[in-house]
Every structure is written in C-alpha cells, then in structure tokens.
Nanobody, 126 residues
C-alpha cells in the first residue's frame, strides 16, 4: 500500500507561481512508481495534467512550458512547479501513483492509477 499526501496549494494572482508537493510513504521501495498530477473543478471530470514515468515526462498542451514535474527520490517526493498561472488553472490538484507504465497510452486515464492523495486547492485570480 502507498499513501500520498499533497501540499502547496494556495490562492495566487494570475502570473504567479506555486510548487505542489506529493510525498509518498508506505511500500514505496517495493517497486518503482509512475506519479501523475490530475486536477478537478466542480461538476467536471478529473483532468490529467502531467506524469513522470521513469524518466518520461508528459504534459497536456495547456500547461506545457508553464508546469514542470520533478522528483526527489531521497525524499520520496514529486513536485509540480507551476509558473505563469492562469485563472483556468484553478482546481483541486491530485497526486496519483501506480507501478511504472509499460505504455504511454495509459497515462491519461484516472482509472490507470492505483493510489491517490486527498487533493490540494489551487485558486488563481485575475
């Protein structure tokens, strides 16, 4: 079992930056994990944002060049650096993890991930 805890959400103005953290605990050493970030707004489905699968990184078009996913293996932490934030980035952001993907086609589906954090709110005002 793996537990994920996100932090770093806040309210910022458009153009600002935030860094979200996702700390993994539990059986994190039993196997390598792919870690992704999703976001969700009220009334909408959870949206894939980015994933770090071994050394492969993938971002949705709307965040390319603004968001960066990275990991610190010593701290068992994955970060999401978000720059030049826009009001449309407002959402609850969730960290998700699963054993390494063998195919990138599975990156985008929330159902592909076995473990989820509780979410952290990001609010961007114009």
């Amino acid at each position: 079992q793996v537990q994920l805890v996100e932090s770093g959400g806040a309210s910022v103005q458009a153009g600002g930056s935030l860094r979200l953290s996702c700390v993994a605990s539990g059986r994190t050493g039993a196997y390598d994990l792919a870690v992704g970030w999703f976001r969700q707004t009220p009334g909408k489905e959870r949206e894939f944002v980015t994933v770090l699968n071994w050394n492969d990184r993938y971002y949705i078009d709307s965040v390319k060049g603004r968001f960066t996913i990275s990991r610190d293996n010593v701290k068992n932490t994955v970060y999401l650096q978000m720059n030049n934030l826009k009001p449309e980035d407002t959402a609850v952001y969730y960290c998700a993890a699963t054993p390494l993907f063998s195919s990138s086609v599975n990156y985008f589906r929330a159902s592909s991930y076995s473990y989820w954090g509780q979410g952290t709110q990001v609010t961007v005002s114009s």
